[in-house]
C-alpha cells in the first residue's frame, strides 16, 4: 500500500548477520513485486523482483519470498555486509510490468555495523 | 548501458521563483519517463507519467499548473516547478522506460534535491 506521510521503520544489525526486511501489500490483484535498494542521495536501483506464480526467488545473496495468502513480502539479505547500508523499498508496477507507474510500500532502513 | 541523468542534482532558490529539472536517458530512447517526489525519510511518490509528444499524466492530488512537464524528446522530460515555496522542498526522482536495445523496464535517475528557502 502507500506510505503517505510515514516515515521509514529501520533495522540495525551487524556485518555478516542476515537481514529480513518486510513488505506487506493491499492490493489483491498485484501479480508482480520489485525490490528496490537506495543509498543516501541516489535514486533507487533495481535488486530483484518476483511474480504472483512464485513463492520465493533467489539472486545473489539475496532472496525474496511472497506469501499471497497474507499478502506479504520479504526480502532476505545473507551475510549481510556495511554496503548494503540503505534504505529497501517494495513496489508495485502497474500493469505488472517492470516498466509500469510503480506504487512505492513504506520502506525500511537498513543499517549494517561492523 | 541503460543511464538515466538528471540535471541539476541539487538547487537551491528563493521562495517565488520557478525551477527547471532536465531527466535525460543518456544511452537509450525513453517514450516514456516517469516524476517522483520523495520528502525526507519518506517513500517515494509518484507525480506524473511523462508521454513524449503527448501530455503528462498527473496522479491525484498533484496540480499540473505547479509542476509543468515537458517531454518534447526521446531522451528528455523537464519538470518546472512554478513559483516554489519551502514545502515544494523534496528529493525530485525521474525515471524512464527503455523499450528497444535492452530488457523493457524502466531506470531510474540519481534524483534533485530542490530547497526553497
Known amino acids: 500500500g502507500e506510505s503517505v506521510g510515514l516515515h521509514l521503520p529501520t533495522l540495525s544489525v551487524q556485518e555478516g548477520d542476515n537481514s529480513i526486511i518486510n513488505c506487506a501489500y493491499s492490493?489483491?490483484?498485484?501479480?508482480?513485486f520489485i525490490w528496490h535498494k537506495q543509498e543516501s542521495g541516489k535514486g533507487p536501483q533495481f535488486i530483484i523482483d518476483i511474480r504472483s506464480n512464485m513463492d520465493k526467488r533467489q539472486g545473489q545473496r539475496v532472496t525474496v519470498l511472497l506469501n499471497k495468502t497474507v499478502k506479504h513480502l520479504s526480502l532476505q539479505i545473507a551475510a549481510t555486509q556495511p554496503g548494503d547500508s540503505a534504505v529497501y523499498f517494495c513496489a508495485d508496477p502497474a500493469g505488472g510490468t517492470s516498466y509500469g507507474k510503480l506504487t512505492f510500500g513504506q520502506g525500511t532502513i537498513l543499517t549494517v555495523h561492523p | 548501458g541503460a543511464v538515466v541523468s538528471q540535471h541539476p542534482s541539487w538547487v537551491i532558490c528563493k521562495s517565488g521563483t520557478s525551477v527547471k529539472i532536465e531527466c535525460r536517458s543518456l544511452d537509450f530512447q525513453a517514450t516514456t519517463m516517469f516524476w517522483y517526489r520523495q520528502f525526507p525519510k519518506q517513500s517515494l511518490m509518484l507525480m506524473a507519467t511523462?508521454?513524449?509528444?503527448?501530455?503528462?499524466?498527473?496522479e491525484q492530488g498533484v496540480e499540473k499548473d505547479k509542476f509543468l512537464i515537458n517531454h518534447a524528446s526521446l531522451t528528455l522530460s523537464t519538470l518546472t516547478v512554478t513559483s516554489a515555496h519551502p514545502e515544494d522542498s523534496s528529493f525530485y526522482i525521474c525515471?524512464?522506460?527503455?523499450?528497444?536495445?535492452?530488457?523493457?523496464?524502466?531506470?531510474f535517475g540519481p534524483g534533485t534535491r530542490l530547497t526553497v528557502l
Open positions: 492490493n489483491s490483484a498485484s501479480d508482480y
Open positions: 511523462s508521454n513524449e509528444g503527448s501530455k503528462a499524466t498527473y
Open positions: 525515471s524512464a522506460r527503455r523499450i528497444a536495445g535492452g530488457p523493457d523496464t524502466q531506470y
